[in-house]
């Protein structure tokens, strides 16, 4: 057995691989100078046209741009009406800005659990939360497309419209995923994007919302521009000096700057999203003869994006717990990482949301998340450093045989069947 890294042993890689990063090439960078020499820096005309050809490529008849996927997800949380003594429910298992963006308005964010398969809220839950505390101050629902895996949108769609509430699909890992035979994008009421660098697209930072609803949309365009309800470009070329401001907004818009790189990236987005899923079947295959490693399950009707690519741990059939996997693989130069701590047990939530509620799902699962390294510009090589490292830690930590017969609480059987 070969000695592991963090025992003194040499590392699977000399140098870290990271779990995330931008691929950039010549076209890139070309089409960034070229704004740079060009009158306009900030919304000009590459923002409109950065806007059209996201919209016309997730299907949304609406596209409008941010300055992060946090600031799109504030607009949503605007767009969607939320104010004090509103509520919006949504899942624990996530980066904390899709809980944050409820606060920003100042309602308050409801949490429900998470279907143990995907990771994504869970419409049982999400309907006994609903029918608990009465829809009347529940305004949105805002799912999350966890790792590009598309929440369940059409059972969620049903409950939010029964409720008079929007929802909101927090698209940051999903860019390009599939559901049902349509993009995300053109199916919730408002799909919010991120393209900071290790997103599918990015823009440096930037974000966007998809919506198919005209005045949402409107919405959306002057909140992220101080609430006034025309462009200093609008004005420059009708000779016009008057405008009004009409709600509260900020200054949340991208530049052309950042869209310029954003319509450069976009044309790329195809290829590279095949290249991920490339990836994640390279790993499914090798971990097909590693139970201790539990692989992101697919569902019927869904072609995920794979943003990330989260492993479980079936830490039943393992002598130590995630942190020593975690730091055995960072000794081997494998850059992994864990997404998410689940939001209610940051300490800002825990100090102000004294709710016991637990949510046991999402809580066990966090105990056995480790995120595998996952970006386009990967080569096999690369991958199969991954696998070697993490073969190489799991054979080395596994319990003594037998030691783990029926332990299992994971549904290892159907993760594995089901992987693309
Ligand atoms: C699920 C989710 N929502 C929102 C965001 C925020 O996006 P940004 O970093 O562009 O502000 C992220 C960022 O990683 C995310 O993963």
Sequence with gaps: METLAIHGGSPVREKLLPYGRQSLDDA?????????????????????????????WVGARHAVSFSSGTAALHGAAFAAGLGPGDEAITTPMTFCATANCVLYQGATPVFADVSADTLNLDPGELARKLSVRGSSRVKAIIAVDYAGHPAALDELGVLAKTHGALLIEDACHALGAEYRGKRVGGIADMTVFSFHP??????????MVATNDARLAETLRRFRN????SEARQRQESGQWFYEMVLLGFNYRLTDIACALGLTQLEKLAPNLARRREIAAQYAEAFRELPAIVTPTVRDGVDPALHLYPVRLNLEMLAVGRGEIFRALRAENIGVNVHYIPVHQHPYYRERFTSQERYPVAEDAYERLISLPMFHAMTARDAQDVIHAVTKIVDHYRKASGAEAGSSSMPIGQSRQEEA
Aim: aromatic share 6%.
């Design 198 to 207: 290790v997103k599918h697209l990015t823009t440096g930072e930037g974000g």
């Design 226 to 229: 101080h609430g006034i309800s």
């Design 28 to 56: 890139d960078i070309q089409a960034v100078v070229e704004v740079l020499k060009s009158d306009w820096l900030t919304t000009g005309p590459k923002v409109g046209e950065f806007e059209e050809r996201f919209a016309a």
